[in-house]
């Protein structure tokens, strides 16, 4: 007669995996633990309105939690099965997005909080404008605008710019630099610049994208421009 042994880690019913064996069927319950993520800023405060989302990392990927943080900075994603998940987190300040994904791991009968700042996730970005000629164009205006944006909008001066994160005139060396640029969640951003004078002096440099972001990180670019 076969033998049924229960294993039972935690009393929810989870994932049954089974052994098979002539003699003896053992039927494994999978704990939980439970999970919550609290979001911060630069100051250590807690962040309201946060966007999260938690992804099983196997198979598939697929969603299991999607809310915003509280007042307190905390979402309260409850009971997760044990195993390996993924994180995104996005927080919207300034009229700039910040993102971050990570990995983590669930242990069963733990009581989890993941502390994340997304707004650390941000890199330099510094760009040198030169003419035809490759002289260094001085108080020019660059401005610095997230690729997506800039590929979702009309090219018209206006529009551009209400799309742009940052604003910054050239050295006299051509040099603009910008910091605590938001980065990719999990590897880099990219961005696209405006170049201007004035709204009716401008120019959109020739190749007006790759300018990636990466983070704690600084990237360094050439930019010809005809003004």
Not at 35 to 51: H, M, P
């Amino acid at each position: 007669m076969k033998k049924l042994s229960l294993i039972l880690l935690l009393a929810t019913s989870l994932f049954i995996s089974c052994e098979k064996d002539p003699d003896n069927i053992t039927v494994v319950l999978n704990g939980s633990g439970s999970l919550s993520i609290k979001v911060i800023d630069e100051q250590n405060n807690a962040f309201n309105g946060a966007k999260v989302n938690v992804y099983s990392s196997i198979p598939e990927g697929e969603r299991i939690f999607y809310d915003s943080t509280d007042a307190s900075g905390v979402c309260n994603v409850g009971k997760v099965i044990q195993g390996q998940y993924l994180y995104y987190v996005s927080a919207e300040k300034d009229n700039r997005i910040y993102n971050i994904a990570e990995y983590f791991q669930v242990i069963a009968g733990e009581s989890k909080t993941i502390e994340v700042n997304p707004f650390l996730n941000v890199g330099k970005l510094s760009i040198r404008i030169i003419d035809y000629f490759s002289n260094p164009v001085e108080l020019v205006n660059v401005a610095l605008i997230p690729h997506s944006n800039y590929s979702n909008v009309t090219y018209y001066f206006d529009d551009l710019l209400e799309e742009a994160y940052f604003n910054a005139r050239t050295n006299a060396d051509g040099w603009v630099t910008f910091d605590k640029v938001p980065a990719g969640a999990m590897y880099s951003s990219e961005y696209s610049v405006l170049v201007y004078f004035s709204s009716s002096e401008y120019a959109y440099p020739y190749s007006n994208n790759g300018f990636y972001v990466y983070r704690d990180t600084e990237r360094k670019y050439t930019v010809q421009v005809d003004l």
